[in-house]
T-cell receptor, first 114, second 109 residues
Framework: EAQVTQNPRYLITVTGKKLTVTCSQN?????MSWYRQDPGLGLRQIYY???????DKGDVPEGYKVSRKEKRNFPLILESPSPNQTSLYFC?????????????FGSGTQLSVL | RKEVEQDPGPFNVPEGATVAFNCTYS??????FFWYRQDCRKEPKLLMS???SGNEDGRFTAQLNRASQYISLLIRDSKLSDSATYLC??????????FGAGTRLTVKP
């Protein structure tokens, strides 16, 4: 089954404790992206990747890192989480950026930073 | 100003009602338009693309007005299962999808 697998589904952590949210897709997609969703603001893009070893900042990259060492995986790293990073996070992928109208989303990660 | 703006609602309608949502976008270079559906705290899913001539998918009709820079979604004969948040999404060539904050719909028995 074609899917984007995102883990964990829920995460509660404390300020400053490094964490990683994993994202993996099994569709051989070139394009992958991370979003955060906050009430009243919609989905905002954090980082995206057009292919292996190619990553770029989205609209709200501060406080986040990503890597794309393999095509299928696109982890989101918070080196020193802060309470303002409490949010609902989604990973998504598509065949390529030009064809990103058909975005496949992971099931989301609800992160709470205390 | 947000690039994509939607009325957050909520829209509370009875079963069988017809309901319409509008969405405006600020960038005239936007070329692709979509409606996504999102159930509470779950991942968004593509509902339908929006074409210049307007298009229909069962009870759902989407329309685009490029001159006024808005798109609309019409739902006829609302079902309880239509209760969700509807996200307006626009895209420019070479850019990434821009999401509206969503319009919440509740269909009541």
């Amino acid at each position: 089954e074609a899917q984007v697998t995102q883990n964990p589904r829920y995460l509660i952590t404390v300020t400053g404790k490094k964490l990683t949210v994993t994202c993996s897709q099994n569709m051989n997609h070139e394009y992958m992206s991370w979003y955060r969703q906050d009430p009243g603001l919609g989905l905002r893009q954090i980082y995206y990747s057009m292919n292996v070893e190619v990553t770029d900042k989205g609209d709200v990259p501060e406080g986040y890192k990503v890597s794309r060492k393999e095509k299928r995986n696109f982890p989101l790293i918070l080196e020193s989480p802060s309470p303002n990073q409490t949010s609902l996070y989604f990973c998504a992928s598509s065949r390529n950026r030009a064809d990103n109208e058909k975005l496949f989303f992971g099931s989301g990660t609800q992160l709470s930073v205390l | 100003r947000k690039e994509v703006e939607q009325d957050p609602g909520p829209f509370n309608v009875p079963e069988g009602a017809t309901v319409a949502f509008n969405c405006t976008y600020s960038n005239s270079a936007s070329q692709s338009f979509f409606w996504y559906r999102q159930d509470c705290r779950k991942e968004p899913k593509l509902l339908m693309s929006v074409y210049s001539s307007g298009n229909e998918d069962g009870r759902f009709t989407a329309q685009l007005n490029r001159a006024s820079q808005y798109i609309s979604l019409l739902i006829r004969d609302s079902k309880l299962s239509d209760s969700a948040t509807y996200l307006c999404v626009v895209n420019r060539v070479g850019d990434d999808m821009r999401f509206g904050a969503g319009t919440r719909l509740t269909v009541k028995p």
